[in-house]
C-alpha cells in the first residue's frame, strides 16, 4: 500500500542539507512510502539528487514577493497553487515551522504534521497543524529533523545519518584517481561578520599547497569572486572557479581531498558528501549546525569566537593524516 507524503522544507541550503538523512529514515521505515518535496526552485536540485524522493514541487517565492501582484507573477502563483491543491497526500510534514511555509501546508490536502508551540522558531506556525510534535529546540538540525520525522511516522532514530548522495561517489572516486588532488576553499559569505582574517587563509593555503594540494576557492557572486582572486594573488596552484550549478559545485566537492570553508550551506554539503570537511564558525554556533558526516571532521569557533589560526591548521593536518 502507497503512503503519500509532501514534505515541505523550502530553504536554505545548508538546511536542505541537514534534511536528507531525514528523507532517508521515512523511505526506509515507511512502506510503499512516495515522497513529495516542496521547495524553493533555486534549490530544487538537492531534493532531486535523493533516490528516495518521488516528485519534486518547486515554489518561487523568493523570486515572487519581488513582484507579488504582478500579472506574470500572479499567474505562476495561481497555477502552483491550483496544481498543490488538485493534489491528495496521506501526510503533508512541514519541517520548517514557519508562517511562510504554512501558507503552502494550509493548501495541501492531508493530515498536516508539524512541530509543537515550544519546539517551533515561529509558533504560530503551529495553529494550522493537525498533529503536533515536541522536538526540544537545542539539538543539531540533522538530529532535530531526524526525530520530527520519527515521530510523524511512529519509528525510532537508529544508526548514522543517511544524506542519500551516493549518486556522486562513482564519478568522485574517478576525479581521486586521475586528477591532481585539490582542497576546495569557501572563503566567503552572506555576511561580512563571518568573514576570517586574510592572514589566516593565506596561512592555510600554504599549508595546503606543501602538501601538494592545489586551491579550488568557490564564490557565489561577483563580490566574492573579486574577494576569492585576491586571496590567492600570486598563487600558480589556486583557481576561483566559475559560478556552476548545485550539481556542478556538488560534484567538486565530492571529489575533493578536503574542504575548508565557512559556516555556510556549501560546508555542510562537502561534510554530506563524505569529504573531510573542517568548518570555520564566527558568527553562527555549531551547536545547532555541526558538520556531520562519516568522514572526519572538524566544527571550529562558535558565535563570537573564532577559531585561531593554529586551531584551524591543526585540523587540517589530522584530516590528511
Known sequence: MTTKILIVRTSSLGDLVHMLPAISDIAQHVP????????????????AWHPGVNQVLQVAHRRWRRAWWSKQVRRERQAFEADLRARQY???LDMQALLKTVWWVRMANGVKHGLDWR?????LATLFYNVR?????????VTRQRLLAASAFGYPVQGAPDFGLQRFDLQAQETR????PYAMIMPSASRDDKLWPVPDWHAVFDVLSKRGLRLKLLAGNQIETERAQALIEGRSNAEVLPRGTLTETAHHLAGATLMVGLDSGLTHLSAALGRPTIGIY???TPVRTP?????YTASL????QPPSRQAVLAAIEQALR
Open 282 to 284: 564566527k558568527a553562527s
Open 291 to 295: 558538520l556531520v558526516s562519516a568522514a
Open 32 to 47: 510503499g512510502a512516495q515522497i513529495d518535496w516542496l521547495v524553493e526552485e533555486s534549490f530544487a536540485s538537492i531534493p
Open 90 to 92: 496521506d501526510i503533508v
Open 301 to 304: 569557533g562558535d558565535r563570537g
Open 133 to 141: 510534535h515536541r522536538v526540544e529546540f537545542w539539538q543539531p538540525a
Open 119 to 123: 519546539s517551533a522558531r515561529e509558533p
Open 177 to 180: 584517481r586521475q586528477a591532481l
